[in-house]
């Protein structure tokens, strides 16, 4: 007889993850990208405890990818307003 094959499933949080990263760069940029990055190290732990039964670590890593890609992106576009603005105040301030 044949031993039934055990059978695979992607982790639902790795999937979330991916999803969550993809809104992140399109409809929600700041939730959406902190949930990939929570979801994400969520699903590769859970992935670590269970190969047997679970895939999608590449899911995952997609999901932290985008996530973490948009967390710097959200920085620097804050640093270059914070010093674009600031230096344009201290040029006003300092021409009155």
Known sequence: MN???AVRRSSTL???S????????SALPVIGSIV???TGH???AEIRRQPQTLEGDGLAIAG?????T???LAIVG???VLLFFGGLFAVIATTS
């Open 3 to 5: 031993a039934p094959l």
């Open 14 to 16: 790795a999937v979330i």
């Open 18 to 25: 991916l999803v969550a990263g993809i809104l992140g760069w």
């Open 36 to 38: 990939a990055i929570v």
């Open 42 to 44: 969520l699903a590769r």
């Open 64 to 68: 932290l990818t985008l996530g973490y």
């Open 70 to 72: 948009m967390v710097a």
């Open 78 to 80: 804050m640093l270059f």
